[in-house]
């Protein structure tokens, strides 16, 4: 049966309340609905608070920080109904260095009850794989695979 | 449920046999651009079966076997075979090990197997329907996914929320 | 003509002064994520006559004026001066420093200066009209111009072709 | 005076085909007029070949070669119609090291006709900079300035 859009739409905003103080490492979040009495229609705001700045809509947010908003949501998501695996495409590409190792660590503890594939550029999420698969091309258009291993420096 | 391994051959880029073994846990894809990562999620989302070809980012179901290069010539034909661990029966199946298979034809064609039996594509979406997993489920996150959450106007937001309901 | 100073105090997170030195060839600006460097280039945008908040991030004008912190208050006004080299004269005053000011308040009221005369907004853009700098142009590509140049249909894309002629 | 829509595309698609090569070190690229009979509705398409690969449309490039071919673009307009400074904020994030450092060098080439201001995380970018600024909140909600030196490792 399915979950009314009101009860989902709460649940959501809870964890993701939890998900964005993870990885903002602290300051708050809230999603509003737009048009409460009608529920079929409404949008949904989006206000965060990163640590030390004042509540905003995330639209005058950085590329960076909307992406963390964007993944703070999609784990919350993960979170309230988790699927047994989930391919993750470079989502990490917008962070700097210091955002990734805090999805990468928080990536870490939601892998103990999901398998997850991520494709990535970045050190800091290769650095919390299990498994690691680098795809070349020395023909070129050939793609081909090759298992690496993690060089723990 | 887990994926335990994929098989791709004549898919996009995949003009040779790949074969990618999964563990539990966190499996990384890393490589140059262009060099087939982002075709590898695009082949789970084919044996799953995605039938929309947009979603591939290609226009036609052809636009994804091998097109051939300088030196190869194109195939005819593109093969992904995905197996999971189903020890805890999550696909309602009494097999502990379930392959499925989609093998794809210029002709635009598709056949499904599970377990080698010849099936339809709703077979394979009645296997999937409780477990998030395909179609409408967020299992498979995207190159672009993030900036499709962030410009969404707050009206197409709900969109998002009721993929997780 | 080139740039040769930004200044800035109040505008968005610059609620200190901060002052750019540019040279000719190219100038890196990094930092961490929310740090302010998209901010550098909406104030440039800014002190070139931008009247859409929208393409600065903002709804309203008073969006894009300091807003305070946790540890201090929000500011009334935001000031961007830019500095250029006019010594070839590209720009159509007889000046070889040309010194531009704009200065907004919660209101939604602009002020702008030419070399500390009070001016109009449309003295701004008639100094800039044969550039190809300020509105139209692209002597600004703001974070996110590659992905509307890739997602945008065969139809919209001779939009980009016309702002180049 | 306005240079027609026609003579206008074919500059920019002359142009187009040559920083296509220099940055992808190789293959080819083309701009197809959709309609050439309805100057003043056609769309454009844009078919590519990197080194070694077939000609197909940028669709089914990979999210790193489309911001090349996107980048091509930009210093193609750039070339036919120099402007006397240009801001690039981030446009190298979708590119591996390999191609941000092809993109640094044309960039480089560039910069002795114009003067560039280029907001940046990627090494291979900083490495071309003349003057070299970071951005710091120190103070959360702050942004602060400092001038920096490459360090020529
Ligand atoms: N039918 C096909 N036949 C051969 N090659 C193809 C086919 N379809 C796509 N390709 C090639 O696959 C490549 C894209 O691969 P993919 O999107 O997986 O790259 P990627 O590793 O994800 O790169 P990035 O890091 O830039 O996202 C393109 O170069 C494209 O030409
Ligand atoms: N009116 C304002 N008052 C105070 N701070 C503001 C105001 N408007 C925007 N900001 C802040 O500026 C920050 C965004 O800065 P900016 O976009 O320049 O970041 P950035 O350095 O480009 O980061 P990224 O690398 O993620 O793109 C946000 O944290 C936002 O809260
Ligand atoms: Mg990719
Ligand atoms: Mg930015």
């Known amino acids: 049966i399915k979950i009314k859009f009101k009860d989902n739409f709460e649940l959501i905003e809870a964890q993701f309340k939890e998900t964005f103080k993870k990885l903002f490492g602290g300051g708050r979040a809230e999603l509003i609905l737009t048009d409460p009495d009608d529920l079929l229609n409404t949008g949904i705001e989006i206000n965060v608070q990163p640590p030390g700045k004042k509540l905003q809509n995330i639209s005058l947010l950085s590329g960076g920080e909307k992406a963390l908003v964007a993944i703070s949501l999609l784990f919350a998501m993960i979170l309230i109904r988790p699927t047994p695996f989930c391919i993750l495409d470079e989502i990490d590409a917008a962070l700097d260095d210091a955002n990734v190792d805090r999805f990468a660590s928080y990536l870490k503890e939601l892998s103990k009850d999901s398998q997850f594939i991520v494709v990535t550029h970045r050190k800091g999420t290769m650095s919390v794989a299990d498994t690691l698969y680098g795809v070349t091309m020395q023909e070129k258009g050939i793609s081909k695979l090759l298992s690496l291993k993690l060089e723990t420096a | ?165």
């Open chain 2, 1 to 165: 449920m887990f994926l335990k391994r994929l098989e791709i051959i004549g898919f996009k880029s995949f003009a040779d046999k790949v074969i990618l073994n999964f563990e539990k846990g966190i499996t990384a894809i890393v490589g140059p651009n262009g060099s087939g990562k982002s075709n590898i999620s695009d082949a789970v989302r084919l044996v799953l079966g995605e039938q929309s070809i947009k979603s591939l980012r290609g226009n036609k179901l052809e636009d994804v076997i091998f097109v051939g290069t300088e030196k190869r010539k194109p195939l005819s034909f593109a093969e992904v075979t995905l197996t999971l661990d189903n020890s805890d029966h999550m696909l309602p199946l009494d097999f502990t090990e379930v392959v499925i298979t989609r093998k794809i034809f210029r002709s635009g064609e598709s056949e499904f197997y599970i377990n080698k039996t010849q099936c339809r594509l709703k077979d394979v979406y009645e296997l999937f329907m409780d477990t998030g997993i395909g179609r409408d489920g967020y299992s498979i996150i995207g190159q672009g996914k993030i900036d499709e959450i962030l410009v969404s106007r707050p009206e197409d937001r709900r969109q998002i929320f009721e993929e997780a309901s």
